[in-house]
C-alpha cells in the first residue's frame, strides 16, 4: 500500500532563517507531488505541484521553492523565511484520475 | 475553469441530529467531486468521491454525498452526527489541466454539541 511521510510535525524558526520540509511517498511510482498551505482560519493554497522529476510548477508568486530530486521526494525550500510563511503545509500526492492523498502536514511558526 | 463553493463556513448541530454541509460546484466538463475531513493538526482525509458512476455517493464514518447536476450541488450529509464529527471538511473539484490538480472549497466547521 501507499504511504506518505512529511516531516517535521512542527518547526519554530526565526525570521530570515532558511526552510526545508521534506516529503515522501512509498509504495507508488511516478506519482504528481503537491505542496499546499493551510493559514490559520483559510482554506487550503496549492503552492507547487510536479508532475515528474525536476518538473516544478508554481502557483503563486512567494518566498517559497520546492525541488524534485527524486521520483517519490518532495521538498519545500526557502531561503529565508518571513513571518508571513507561518502555516500548516500539507504536502500530498496522486495518480491520474485518483483522489489526492496527504501527509500529516507541517506545523510551521515564524517568530 | 473549474470551481466549487462551500456555503456555510460554519456548522453547529447537536450529537444525534442530522448533517448538512453544502457544496455548489463550477464545471465545464463531468465533474470528479470529492469530499475530505480535517481533524485539528493533522492532514486531510478522503471522506468520499464522485466520479460518474452512481449519484448518491457513500463514504466513511457514515457521510454520504448527492450529485445534483441539475442543481451543481454535492452536499454532504449524516443522519446522525457523533461528537468525532467535529472537523473541517473540504468540498473539492478536480481540474482538467496542471496535473489533474485539485480545487479546494473554503471549507466547513463542523461543531457538534452534547
Known amino acids: 500500500s501507499q504511504t506518505i511521510h512529511q516531516w517535521p510535525a512542527t518547526l519554530v524558526q526565526p525570521v530570515g532563517s532558511p526552510l526545508s520540509l521534506e516529503c515522501t511517498v512509498e509504495g507508488t511510482s511516478n506519482p504528481n507531488l503537491y505542496w499546499y498551505r493551510q493559514a490559520a482560519g483559510r482554506g487550503l493554497q496549492l503552492l507547487f505541484y510536479s508532475v515528474g522529476i525536476g518538473q516544478i510548477s508554481s502557483e503563486v508568486p512567494q518566498n517559497l521553492s520546492a525541488s524534485r530530486p527524486q521520483d517519490r521526494q518532495f521538498i519545500l525550500s526557502s531561503k529565508k523565511l518571513l513571518l508571513s510563511d507561518s502555516g500548516f503545509y500539507l504536502c500530498a500526492w496522486t495518480r491520474t484520475l485518483s483522489p489526492l492523498h496527504f501527509g500529516n502536514g507541517t506545523r510551521l511558526t515564524v517568530t | 475553469a473549474q470551481s466549487v463553493t462551500q456555503l456555510d463556513s460554519h456548522v453547529s448541530v447537536s450529537e444525534g441530529t442530522p448533517v448538512l454541509l453544502r457544496c455548489n460546484y463550477s464545471s465545464s466538463y463531468s465533474p470528479s467531486l470529492f469530499w475530505y475531513v480535517q481533524h485539528p493538526n493533522k492532514g486531510l482525509q478522503l471522506l468520499l468521491k464522485y466520479t460518474s458512476a452512481a449519484t448518491l455517493v457513500k463514504g466513511i464514518n457514515g457521510f454520504e454525498a448527492e450529485f445534483k447536476k441539475s442543481e451543481t450541488s454535492f452536499h454532504l450529509t449524516k443522519p446522525s452526527a457523533h461528537m468525532s464529527d467535529a472537523a473541517e471538511y473540504f468540498c473539492?473539484?478536480?481540474?482538467?489541466?496542471?496535473?489533474?490538480?485539485?480545487?479546494f472549497g473554503q471549507g466547513t466547521e463542523l461543531s457538534v454539541k452534547p
Open positions: 473539492v473539484v478536480r481540474g482538467y489541466n496542471q496535473g489533474g490538480k485539485l480545487i
